[in-house]
């Protein structure tokens, strides 16, 4: 399962998240987490319909449009995990 989270530098918002997240996403199996700067992967971002940000894009999909809590982001992967099993 692949996880990207796209920010823009300078936010506080998800500077001070990301290390919570990442390690919420991790307590998965078999994630993959990227970080990507928004305005390096602009057209990527636009592909995948990210029209804000912060945002938690998983498996091509745009889960969340805000920062989610790493609660919130281990409950997405782990209903995740169970549709796929």
Do not use: N
């Not at 990207?4 to 919570?20: D, I, M, N, S």
């Not at 994630?31 to 057209?43: F, N, P, Q, S, T």
């Amino acid at each position: 399962m692949r996880i990207e989270l796209f920010y823009t530098t300078g936010c506080q918002k998800c500077a001070h998240a990301r290390a919570e997240l990442k390690s919420a996403a991790e307590e998965i199996t078999g994630v993959v987490w990227r970080e990507l700067d928004a305005l390096d992967y602009l057209d990527y971002a636009i592909e995948l319909g990210v029209t804000t940000l912060p945002a938690i894009v998983i498996d091509r999909k745009t889960i969340f449009s805000s920062l989610p809590t790493p609660r919130q982001l281990r409950d997405a992967l782990k209903k995740r995990v169970k549709k796929s099993v």
